[in-house]
Nanobody
Framework: QVQLVESGGHSVQAGGSLRLSCAVS????????MAWYRQAPGKQRELVAA???????DYADSVKGRFTISRRNAENAVYLQMNSLKVEDTAMYYC???????????WGQGTQVTVSS
């Protein structure tokens, strides 16, 4: 059974921080690089950050130096620490496999991040 359950989204002021969490089914987590994506209203979904099975990370230019992705194998979980949040970070955030490497026909419900000035 595929599971991707995102949580941790909230409304914060610019400059604030949030930590997003994603619970992933073991069958997916143990075999795939994972990633966080976001979609703002009227925009396409975009890759925010990714982490390989070995822990190598990469980030969209817009979040480099502010966001940190991590994975905890014992918990089958992926995290996104977001610091120095900007209004333009406002979006629905989703975790999924790194879809540059593999795909699954499933998306979770996402978690909403709203940053106000």
């Amino acid at each position: 059974q595929v599971q991707l359950v995102e949580s941790g989204g909230h409304s914060v002021q610019a400059g604030g921080s949030l930590r997003l969490s994603c619970a992933v089914s073991r069958s997916i987590f143990s075999r795939n690089a994972m990633a966080w994506y976001r979609q703002a209203p009227g925009k396409q979904r975009e890759l925010v950050a990714a982490i390989s099975l070995g822990g190598t990370t990469d980030y969209a230019d817009s979040v480099k130096g502010r966001f940190t992705i991590s994975r905890r194998n014992a918990e089958n979980a992926v995290y996104l620490q977001m610091n120095s949040l900007k209004v333009e970070d406002t979006a629905m955030y989703y975790c999924n496999v790194d879809r540059r490497r593999s795909t699954i026909a499933f998306w979770g419900q996402g978690t909403q991040v709203t940053v106000s000035s």
